[in-house]
């Protein structure tokens, strides 16, 4: 049962929009995808919604059609901006939705990670999130250099014990890695900083703390060099398909993205994660939202007749690994609110095309949502903690 | 008649290394973003080239503790950069990121974005590190020789070259009526094998506006000058004095020919402090005044026992210098920052002779040792000063750094940089939009660095 009557919207950036010809639209605007002012006005435009919070999509490889590679394509969107970057540059001219950039766990440094998303939250007064991502490409591994993953196509994950093997070490590496940037956040005490001119002491030392992280692929030291942010613990997020991410969500995140194709299979996975947070003996439960890509126009058959559109330049029916909807603003409202009937407290939208798609929803689903009693009227809380209904954590490493 | 040789100016966001004045009432936050924000207007609203912010791996330490005495923390570099260039217009936005505890791919993937989200006004200051204690950090712990540092340091530039310059300027040609995003099915494409590097695959951030952020490198020895005129744009230098300043400007300039440069191609900007006063005698007095506030008793105790290597605790700061000898063979006594002295015992002894000529306390002969280049008078004299250095080819400009945060730069904007403008050697508006007009640098060139010499 969701705790509340307001369901909680995010929406989900991705170059001109997720359909791989969006980008051919013509409201689209690929030559901007590289520039400020693009991304300030989409995030803006969430802000002006007052939607929860936008994800920003990123990787340590190309784009590709191809799972296991490049695919030297010339008709595909190719390129992308760091995403925590992005985020920090809108970050000054918003003011109330979330930002959760994506970062990899498996060769970034998780030194670097923390303080990056710990100073986004500084920047943005208390706004910042993270979606912590695995990386399995071979591809990526080799941009790097200082580890060799094997090459295989996405099946074989079911079919190959040693592959298995290789995608739950990712995994477990990502515990880690999210283990070290939460234990970084609260190497700082709140009150560390002091500026006790009598003493000469700018910091309490005391207040400050070694993580000692020792683990299979990094071990770290600590303390951060950058104080406790804001929100104490910006907010993690996962994608979840499976179990392994769903364990991982269970045992690190504070939300989790999952995708159902229909309220029963909505229903089914809420209470698969539950198994999870049981097993691994989390107190505080997930906060669930389902991925839902949507082609949202006036009316159902225009809605279709533009996905049509763009599946013909792809040459074939585009399956995401979301649910897709196609139709209107009061019609995704009706799934949506029997989807959170279901169980889910929240929903990531991914619009099919950028700007449109986003236009709609922020435009007609949200006031239609807010007719409903659905979705709150603006931001009631200056965080994005207060946003999802989470309070501010207590640091681990200060004594009551 | 030709025309003045111009300077140029940025801002240092001040911090460690007993810069900043904390105590002082009009002292503000080192973490808030407002802080940065104020500083970055000032710089902009005075038409300065760039801001600048050092980097932090890892907190010091003296004694086996965290050193409390100075200003502890600071936000990530890049992230506060991209949010700077939210509030910024024309500012250059420069920033340290060190190349050992980073790979190639995401550096260059940071500093490429940077450069789009500020419409190409990014800059890299290049900076090692090696050791065992800010590994402590990081995946791979102390993996890499002191003695390797710098040939790191160059494969990595070298590298993440190669990285910004895998796109085609008008690689992105997003025509949507013949659907062709990018013009090249290569697009990205590099492959690096090194001694540091051995990495291959395609790039995914595509050129951005300045080509090849603006490079700076902070090289002092000869080693350091020599990899400055191979690779770098700017040199962040340490020589401040005249004298030295001229030395150190004729040295690096005359080595750039042999790889194809010509002298503006690398400019040299040394670090400076500033305080001003309404005269000289003024001036003067709040200086010392900046000096003792900086150098506590017990800062210049903890900067002896960086060179003596042992317990100094019991000694006097109004007191003689320690008559004992630095310990060699212990275990350092400071971690985690740069420029110990390599060889402490001659470092004594040189104080103590600096000390009895002018009997000078500990703490005052601290203040005198941990000296930087600083224009110290009235704002025409500071003006005066300036233009001086950089007419007498002892710079190309100063990267100034103010002890107050963010307010410290205030007064200098509003009372030097129209004088600067009114000797017609500083402009009065912004000409370019990025970085590399701002600094009078031609466009970047692709293709190997260091080539004439094969050299890397």
């Known amino acids: 049962m969701p705790t509340s009557t307001f369901l909680h919207l995010a929406v989900a950036l991705e170059g001109a929009g997720w359909h791989p010809t969006a980008w051919r639209e013509p409201e689209a605007r690929p030559s901007e995808l590289f520039s400020a002012a693009y991304w300030t006005d989409l995030v803006g435009q969430a802000d002006a919604a007052s939607l929860d919070f936008v994800t920003i999509e990123d990787g340590l490889g190309l784009q590709s059609d191809r799972a296991e590679g490049p695919d030297d394509r010339l008709d595909r969107v190719r390129g992308r901006l760091d995403a925590v970057l992005v985020a920090a540059r809108v970050a000054p001219l918003t003011a109330g939705v979330g930002l959760v950039p994506t970062a990899t766990t498996t060769h970034p440094e998780p030194f670097h990670v923390s303080k990056s998303i710990a100073t986004l939250d500084f920047v943005s007064q208390g706004r910042a999130g993270w979606r912590a991502q695995i990386s399995a490409r071979a591809v990526e591994a080799a941009h790097f250099g200082r580890r060799t993953l094997p090459t295989f196509r996405p099946g074989a994950v079911q079919d190959d014990p040693a592959i298995r093997q290789v995608v739950a070490d990712l995994f477990e590496e990502s515990a880690d890695f999210i283990e070290v940037v939460r234990r970084l956040w609260d190497s700082w005490e709140d009150d560390a900083e002091i500026r006790d001119a009598p003493t000469g002491r700018f910091v309490d030392r005391e207040k400050l703390h070694y993580i000692d992280f020792d683990g299979r692929w990094f071990s770290v030291r600590g303390p951060s060099i950058t104080p406790r942010p804001p929100q104490g613990q910006p907010v993690v997020a996962v994608l979840a398909h499976g179990a392994p991410a769903y364990e991982l969500a269970a045992r690190s995140a504070d939300v989790v993205f999952v995708t159902p194709h229909d309220a029963g299979s909505a229903a089914r996975i809420v209470a698969e994660v539950r198994a999870h947070e049981a097993a691994v003996g989390r107190r505080e439960p997930l906060k669930v939202f389902a991925d839902l890509l949507v082609h949202l126009d006036r009316d159902a058959p225009s809605a279709a007749g533009r996905r049509e559109r763009l599946d013909e330049r792809y040459g074939r029916t585009w399956i995401s690994d979301a649910e897709t909807f196609v139709g209107t603003p009061a019609g995704l409202a009706d799934r949506l609110a029997e989807w959170h009937e279901a169980g889910v407290e929240g929903f990531r939208l991914r619009p099919a095309t950028l700007p449109r798609d986003l236009q709609a929803i922020t435009g007609q689903l949200v006031p239609e949502l807010r007719r409903r009693g659905l979705f709150r009227d603006g931001y009631e809380q200056a965080t994005l903690r207060g946003h999802l209904g989470l309070g501010r954590p207590a640091n681990r490493y200060a004594i009551a | ?456």
């Open chain 2, 1 to 456: 008649m030709t025309a003045k040789r111009q300077v140029h100016l940025a801002a240092h966001f001040p911090g460690v290394n007993n810069t900043t004045v904390w105590s002082d009432p009009a002292a503000g936050s080192h973490i808030d973003f407002a802080s940065f924000v104020h500083l970055a207007a000032t710089a902009e609203a005075a038409k300065f080239d760039f801001i600048f912010l050092a980097e932090g791996l890892r907190l010091r330490e003296h004694g086996g503790r965290i050193y409390d005495l100075d200003v502890v923390g600071r936000p990530d570099t890049f992230t506060v950069l991209a949010a700077l260039a939210a509030v910024t217009e024309h500012l250059g936005l420069a920033g340290t990121i060190n190349s050992t505890f980073n790979e190639p791919y995401e550096v260059a993937r940071q500093f490429a974005s940077l450069d789009h989200l500020s419409a190409g006004r990014a800059a890299w200051n290049v900076v090692t590190s090696w050791d065992a204690f800010t590994g402590e950090n990081f995946r791979r712990g102390s993996y890499l020789e002191q003695s390797l540092r710098y040939e790191r340091a160059r494969e990595f530039l070298q590298t993440v070259r190669e990285l910004w310059d895998s796109w085609d300027d008008g690689a992105v040609v997003a025509d949507q009526d013949g659907g062709v995003f990018v013009s090249d099915g290569d697009v990205g494409s590099f492959e690096h094998r090194g001694p540091q590097f051995e990495i291959a695959g395609r790039f995914n951030v595509p050129r951005s506006p300045q080509g090849q952020p603006v490079i700076f490198q902070a090289g002092d020895s000869d080693e350091g000058r020599e990899f400055a005129a191979s690779a770098a744009d700017a040199i962040f230098s340490r020589h401040g004095t005249l004298a030295a300043g001229q030395a150190f400007y004729t040295d690096v300039k005359s080595r750039l020919a042999r790889y194809g440069r010509s002298p503006e191609e690398l400019k040299i900007l040394p670090a400076a402090t500033f305080v001003l006063g309404d005269t000289a005698a003024d001036a003067e007095e709040r200086a010392d005044a900046v000096r003792r506030q900086q150098v506590s008793g017990q800062t210049a105790i903890a900067f002896l026992e960086q060179v003596w290597n042992r317990d100094l605790s019991t000694y006097d700061p109004d007191g003689p210098l320690p008559e004992v000898d630095p310990l060699t063979d212990a275990e350092a006594r400071t971690k985690g920052r740069a420029g110990v002295p390599r060889d402490p015992v001659s470092t004594a002894r040189e104080w103590r002779a600096i000390a009895e000529a002018g009997h000078l306390s500990i703490r005052e002969l601290i203040i005198h040792v941990t000296a930087r280049q600083s224009f110290v008078g009235s704002p025409a004299q500071v003006a005066e000063q300036i233009d001086h250095y950089v007419q007498s080819e002892a710079a190309d400009g100063f990267i100034l750094v103010p002890h107050i945060t963010p307010g410290g730069l205030d007064d200098f904007a509003r009372t030097v940089v129209p004088l600067l403008q009114e000797r017609g050697v500083f402009r009065t508006d912004y000409t370019g939009t990025t970085l590399r007009d701002h600094l009078d640098l031609p466009p970047a060139r692709r293709g190997r660095i260091g080539a004439l010499t094969g050299a890397v």
